[in-house]
């Protein structure tokens, strides 16, 4: 059984400030990791995601995330928040390994992030 | 691409009403996912099919909720007699085994409202 812990409900950041969100996961076998951020009465939408290589990842909006296998995290940044990114975060993980049950995502609880102006 | 469609977009509806909610997957898309998201309980996974077939349902709250998937491009998460309790956004995703990476992709969700 995998399973996803995002340790923060809710995150106010000035705008202009840097922001971490933060996402840890369990698992025993080997994972794969996301990011969704979902808007105000909209669905989730990929923003980035660790399939293998280069640990740190990153987004066309400036958001990076790394993944961190000791550690067993996939924390979430932006150097430099803009209003437009006040959102839910989710972070997710799935199995690396084919077979029934793993296309299965499961995600954390999600982070409502809060830009003020 | 259209991406996920999901229909309605809002529905109200008054307890112990029938309610049929849809989904079209993206085409060439072989898995297909009904969540529920609630502020309580927050995203929820109910049911997947891989090829039209049921896989795990072991999310389904109870046997007043059905899920179907006759086709490739068609499912449909059915609710009989709804409940208040029932009221939520449920959100309909897909994914492609043949790209690797499990990614998901979701619809615009369909808000349920049960009085």
């Known amino acids: 059984a995998q399973s996803v812990t995002q340790l923060d409900s809710q995150v106010p950041v000035f705008e202009e400030a840097p922001v971490e969100l933060r996402c840890n996961y369990s698992s025993s076998v080997s994972v794969y990791l996301f990011w969704y951020v979902q808007y105000p009465n909209q669905g989730l939408q990929l923003l980035l995601k660790?399939?293998?290589?280069?640990?740190l990842v990153e987004s066309i909006n400036g958001f990076e995330a790394e993944f961190n296998k000791s550690q067993t995290s996939f924390h979430l940044r932006k150097p430099s928040v803009h209003i437009s990114d006040t959102a839910e975060y989710f972070c997710a993980v799935s199995h690396r390994q084919s077979g029934a049950g793993s296309y299965q995502l499961t995600f954390g609880k999600g982070t409502k992030l809060s830009v003020i102006p | 691409d259209a991406g996920v469609i999901q229909s309605p977009r809002h529905e109200v509806t008054e307890m112990g009403q029938e309610v049929t909610l849809r989904c079209k997957p993206i085409?060439?898309?072989?898995?297909l996912f009904w969540y529920r998201q609630t502020m309580m309980r927050g995203l929820e996974l109910l049911i997947y099919f891989n090829n039209n077939v049921p896989i795990d349902d072991s999310g389904m709250p109870e046997d007043r909720f059905s899920a179907k998937m006759p086709n490739a491009s068609f499912s449909t998460l059915k609710i009989q007699p709804s409940e208040p309790r029932d009221s939520a956004v449920y959100f309909c995703?897909?994914?492609?085994?043949?790209?690797?990476?499990?990614?998901?992709?979701f619809g615009p969700g369909t808000r349920l409202t049960v009085l």
């Open positions: 085409s060439g898309h072989d898995y």
């Open positions: 995703a897909s994914s492609s085994s043949g790209t690797g990476g499990n990614e998901q992709f």
């Open positions: 660790y399939l293998s290589g280069s640990t």
